[in-house]
């Protein structure tokens, strides 16, 4: 079956704009997660959904990002004011019901900020 | 608060067993991970261990677990070229709402 998707898979933006980055789970899977894997480091989470609601958003670096799961299928992650420091591979992941045993990555968008 | 360390980075002959050890420092951890990240590809998860086990074994893969001095070991038997890639240990965080990785070890089998 079809895994996790993410779009776009590269992007590139000036300093000072906004992005979104979209991500597609695995059909089914209520939970999704948010990381983030700067160059040399292991990924780094940001935050996670289950369902429509951020249960969990505590690794958010600050009040420019945020992210959205209204439909408690898609999720899209929003940067504003992107900063260079923002550059970074941005993966999804999603599991049924939670469980982290059962964590699955997208191929995650390359955000590089000029 | 949680950390996971990892040797970054080790070399082998195709053919040798490769040991990539991991060490991490919440003490309560339920479940630890091992991630396969190839270039282009997502993170794969290879395999974890309970915390209540010592020891797991799948196929090539065994897992090593030290709770007493908190580490974690991924032995691959056989290692072959196409292992080649970056291995993640991972544990959960106290939440448990998350994962926390290291930084990974780069693995190199040469024929």
């Known amino acids: 079956g079809a895994g996790v998707s993410q779009t776009p898979s590269n992007k590139v933006t000036e300093k000072g704009k906004y992005v979104e980055l979209r991500c597609d789970p695995i059909s089914g899977h209520t939970a999704l997660y948010w990381y983030r894997q700067s160059l040399g480091q292991g990924p780094e989470f940001l935050i996670y959904f289950q369902g429509t609601g951020a249960a969990d958003d505590s690794g958010l670096p600050n009040d420019r990002f945020f992210a959205v799961r209204p439909e408690g299928s898609v999720s899209t992650l929003k940067i504003q004011r992107t900063e260079r420091g923002d550059s970074a591979v941005y993966l999804c992941?999603?599991?049924?019901?939670?469980?982290?045993?059962?964590?699955?990555f997208g191929p995650g968008t390359r955000l590089t900020v000029t | 608060g949680e950390d996971v360390e990892q040797s970054l980075f080790l070399s082998v002959r195709e053919g040798d067993s490769s040991v990539i050890n991991c060490t991490y420092t919440?003490?309560?951890?339920?479940?630890l991970y091992w991630y396969k990240q190839e270039p282009g590809a997502g993170l794969q998860l290879l395999t974890y261990?309970?915390?209540?086990?010592d020891m797991k074994q799948d196929q090539r893969l065994t897992v090593l677990l030290n709770k007493k001095d908190k580490h974690l070991s991924l032995r691959i038997a056989d290692t072959q070229t196409g292992d080649s890639a970056i291995y993640f240990c991972?544990?959960?965080?106290?939440?448990?709402?998350?994962?926390?990785f290291g930084k990974g070890t780069t693995l190199s089998v040469s024929s």
């Open positions: 991972a544990e959960r965080n106290q939440a448990g709402t998350a994962l926390i």
């Open positions: 261990i309970f915390s209540n086990m």
């Open positions: 992941a999603s599991s049924p019901s939670g469980a982290l045993n059962e964590q699955y």
């Open positions: 919440d003490s309560s951890s339920t479940y």
